[in-house]
C-alpha cells in the first residue's frame, strides 16, 4: 500500500508540475485555459477563479491543463434540433447549459438551428415556448458553458485559442511544461542539500596513506579544479571523471592556498561487480556553508541531466528493445522499492524523474512538447502556419504511435516484473 500512495504522490505532482508550466505561460499569452484538472476520469468538485475551472477528478493519477484551441472544439457538440436552457440578460447569452443538472441561472429552453461559440458567438433557433418566432442571439465573449458531465468552463472564441498568440509564444507555451519538471527537480535537490549534515565539496578532506594522491603529494585542503583539463565543479563530477580511468595518468588542476598546481598521477584500479574503476585514495571535505549547498542542488540536478542524456542516446544502440525502457509499471515499481528506503530518498528518486520527464517530453516527436517545438521550427522556417490539416494529422499519428508504445512497454514491464 505504501508503494501504491508512493506512485500516486509522485506521479501526481509531476505531472501537475509539468501541467502548470503549460498553464502559467499560456495564461500570460493570452490563450483561455478552460481547465485545470488534478486526476482523469469523472469530476469529483469543481471551482471557478478568473475563468478557468480548476476540477478534481476521481482517477488519482496526473492531470491536464485544457487550452482553447482546436484540439478542445467538437463541431457537432450544438447540433440543429438540439434543446439547451440559456441564461439571457440584455439580448446576450451569457450560460448555455447541455448537462442534464438543474440550473437555476440558464432557466429557459432554446432549441438550436444554428450555433457558432467560435466566430460569429450566435445561437439562432426558437425558445421552446414559442416555436413560430425565428431568434438569433448573441453570445457574450466570455459566456459560460456547462457540459455535459456538469463541468462549466468558458466557450472558446477564434481570439482566445492556442494557435491565435504568436509562434514565440506558442514555442514558450510548449517548452514551459519540461522547464517546470527541472525546475522542481532543482528545488528538490537543494531542499535535500539542507536536510544533510554537510555536502561533499570539491576540497579534499582526507588523503589515504600510500594512496595514488598521497604519492603524488594531493594534500589536505587542496580544492580541485580540473582533471585532463575538464573542468571539475561537483565532488559528484571528479568522482565519474577519475572512475572513468582506471590505471591511467591524469591531469590534475587544483587551488593549494593561494596558487594553482598541476599535478599529474597513475590512478589505482578496483574491480567491482565485473567493471574496474579508477580511484586516487582522497576523501571529500564536508561543509554546511549556504553556497556549498546550493551548489549541490546545482551539481546534482545537472549530474541528472547527463546520466538520463546518456541513457537517451544508448536507446539505440545495440538495436531497439523494450527492456531498454520502462513505463508506469516500471515506474511503480521503482518508486516502491525506493520507498521503502525513506522520504529523502523517495524525493531524490522524484527529482530525478522529474529531469526524466522534461527530457523525454522535449524529443521531437508528434505528440510530444518537443514535437509542438520542431512544427513551431518549421512554420518560423517556412514563414507562414502549418496547414491545420496537416498539423492535426501528424499530431494524431505520434499521438497513436505514442499509445501503442506505451503499450508495448507496459505489457512487457508487467512480463517482465510480473510473469517472467
Known sequence: MTGII????????????????????AKRAGVRIREFA?????????GHKNGTAYTLRALPVGGYVRMAGRGDIEP???????????QVQDQQVLRINLSDQPDLL??????????????????????????????????????????????AVLIAPRDTHFESVKLWQRALISIAGPVMNFVLALVVFIGLAFTLPGVATTTIGTVQTHSPAAVSGLRVGDRIQAVDGKQINSWNRLQEVIQSKPDQKITVTLARQKTTKTITLLTKSVSEGGQSYGQIGIVPKESGALTDRLAYGWSSTGRAFTTIIDAIRNLGQGGFSLNKLGGPVSIYKNTATVASYGLFSLLAFMA???????LMNLLPIPGLDGGKLLLNLVEAIIRRPIPAKIETTITVAGGVCLVLLMLAVTGNDILRYFIR
Not at 11 to 25: A, C, I, M, P, R
Not at 76 to 86: F, I, K, Q, S, T
Not at 131 to 137: A, E, P, S
Open 6 to 25: 508512493a506512485f500516486i504522490i509522485v506521479f501526481g505532482v509531476l505531472v501537475v508540475v509539468h501541467e502548470f508550466g503549460h498553464f502559467w505561460v
Open 352 to 358: 530525478w524523474l522529474s529531469v526524466n520527464l522534461g
Open 38 to 46: 488534478i486526476g482523469m476520469g469523472p469530476k469529483l468538485y469543481q
Open 106 to 151: 440558464a432557466d429557459r429552453t432554446f432549441i438550436i438551428d444554428r450555433a457558432d461559440l467560435v466566430d460569429d458567438l450566435v445561437l439562432s433557433g426558437y425558445w421552446e415556448e414559442d416555436d413560430q418566432t425565428y431568434v438569433t442571439l448573441a453570445v457574450n465573449h466570455d459566456a459560460v458553458k456547462v457540459e455535459a458531465d456538469g463541468t
Open 76 to 86: 457537432d457538440e450544438l447540433p440543429a434540433g438540439l434543446a439547451v436552457n440559456l
